[in-house]
Structure formats: structure tokens, C-alpha cells
């Protein structure tokens, strides 16, 4: 589909919704299947667009965190990129520890809400593979 037309799909959904309420708008934008990919500690965070079909004009923000902290980090490489992956390794080295990732999209000065991984532990995720 082209990107005019993704963008126009998303337009259509945003102004149904009206402007009292524009939850469904911002859900639609929101990244799908966030997960992460670990190959040999090379820690991988990928996710899909949202059902909006979103045009290359989408902008994608990654947080990361360990697993019993409160705030989440911004990963800076990964502050408005365009891709749909970002290499989280250098953020996910204690491979005992376990982590999490999340995303949000930012299309025409609208904002989705962050999509977050399950639970990621490095060195569980390497020897998955190994059983």
C-alpha cells in the first residue's frame, strides 16, 4: 500500500473517533509484537508498525530498563528513528539479569502509547536454542 494511502487510513481512524474521544486513534498507532531477538548476546529489540499501516513517516522512540527499576532509560541511537529494530546489547550485557524494552510511535504530532516486551534474560534467551 502506498504511503499516502496509510496515512490517509490513519487520518480516516483518528477523525472517526472523534474529539472527545481519541484513544482508538493512539492504539492504532501503538508498535505490535515488540520482542526481543538474541543471537549468540547480540540483544535485538524488533517490533511491527501499528494496525494504521503506518507510512514512513512514522517516527519510533525505544526505552529499555532492568527488571526492578523504575524509571526507564532512552536509548539515544534509538530517539526517533525510522527502523523497526534497535540493538539493545550494550544496554542488556549482565546476561543474568533479566530486561525489558518498549517502543512508541510519533506520526503527525500524534503520540501512540508505549508497547512493552515480556520479561527478556540474556543468557535464558541464548540457551533456549541449545535444549
Known amino acids: 500500500?502506498?504511503?499516502e494511502r496509510c496515512f490517509l487510513g490513519f487520518?480516516?481512524?483518528f477523525l472517526?473517533?472523534?474529539v472527545a474521544e481519541i484513544q482508538p486513534a493512539h492504539n492504532s498507532l501503538k508498535p505490535q509484537r515488540v520482542h526481543f531477538q538474541?543471537?549468540?548476546f547480540h540483544n535485538i529489540l524488533h517490533w511491527q508498525p501499528g494496525r494504521a499501516c503506518i507510512s514512513n513517516s512514522s517516527i519510533y522512540f525505544v526505552q529499555y530498563k532492568m527488571y526492578g527499576q523504575r524509571q526507564w532509560k532512552n536509548k539515544e541511537n534509538c530517539w526517533g528513528i525510522r527502523e523497526f529494530f534497535c540493538d539493545l546489547t550494550n544496554e542488556t550485557s549482565d546476561i543474568w539479569e533479566p530486561y525489558y524494552g518498549r517502543v512508541r510511535t510519533t506520526l503527525?504530532?500524534?503520540h501512540s502509547g508505549w508497547t512493552m516486551t515480556q520479561r527478556f534474560t540474556p543468557w535464558w534467551e541464548r540457551t533456549k536454542g541449545i535444549r
Request: no cysteine; charged share 15%.
Open 11 to 13: 487520518l480516516f481512524s
Open 1 to 3: 500500500m502506498k504511503p
Open 16 to 18: 472517526l473517533t472523534g
Open 108 to 110: 503527525a504530532g500524534i
Open 38 to 40: 538474541s543471537r549468540n
